[in-house]
């Protein structure tokens, strides 16, 4: 059974370029969301998917999309980069629960963006 | 203030020592609780789920105080591969994201 899997697990770009992270679910899990993590920071919600729908966003800027496809896997798009988005991004999967709850997340191996 | 609050650290305690870390939460209609592990350059993996009635699991405890928004996390008997930074993350009610602390990095020296 695959857990999370993200790729590519490292990127260089320069300023104002555009990227595109991708993940794939755990097995059985229907609800991707994504996380930055700087140095020395623990992680910060960027938004989550469900029925390839954001549901919910954290305090990103515009220029931090994503998609979920019908097979419940993901992509995070960032338009022109710039150095401070530099970080690890990390993607996560649950399986969502009746009621709107939520299910314990795991956690992809994430990628390293580095912006120059 | 900050959502969730950690130790600073870093703790560097010999092996077999006893070492706690501490959380606190400003948002008193957080549901669930939780400590992860991250090891260095590393996905956070999910430690144990924290509840009111504390719980166990070997050399590791968790403890919740609600009145006080207060999360804990004691380790017993360290050992060198407990090394890792430890995050306390909450979610609030009901389907809001988890937020993570800043982590408490442990070191564990032979």
């Known amino acids: 059974d695959a857990g999370v899997t993200q790729s590519p697990t490292h990127l260089i770009k320069t300023r104002g370029q555009q990227v595109t992270l991708r993940c794939s679910p755990k097995?059985?899990?229907?609800?991707v969301s994504w996380y930055q993590q700087a140095l020395g920071q623990g992680p910060q919600f960027i938004f989550q998917?469900?029925?390839?729908?954001?549901?919910q966003r954290g305090n990103f800027p515009d220029r931090f999309s994503g998609h979920q496809f019908p097979n419940y896997s993901s992509e995070l798009n960032v338009n022109a980069l710039l150095l401070g988005d530099s970080a690890l991004y990390l993607c996560a999967s649950s399986l969502a629960l009746a009621g709107g709850l939520q299910n314990i997340q795991y956690f992809g191996a994430g990628t390293r963006l580095s912006v120059l | 203030r900050k959502e969730v609050e950690q130790d600073p650290g870093p703790f560097n305690v010999p092996e077999g020592a006893t070492v706690a870390f501490n959380c606190t939460y400003s948002n008193s209609a957080s549901q669930s609780f939780f400590w992860y592990r991250q090891d260095c350059r590393k996905e956070p993996k999910l430690l144990m789920s924290?509840?009111?009635s504390g719980n166990e699991d070997g050399r590791f405890t968790a403890q919740l105080n609600r009145a006080s928004q207060y999360i804990s996390l004691l380790i017993r008997d360290s050992k060198l591969s407990d090394s890792a930074t430890y995050l306390c993350v909450v979610i609030g009610s009901g389907n809001t994201p988890l937020v993570f602390g800043k982590g408490t990095r442990l070191s564990v020296i032979a």
């Open positions: 998917y469900y029925e390839e729908e954001e549901r």
């Open positions: 924290v509840y009111s």
């Open positions: 097995s059985g899990h229907d609800t």
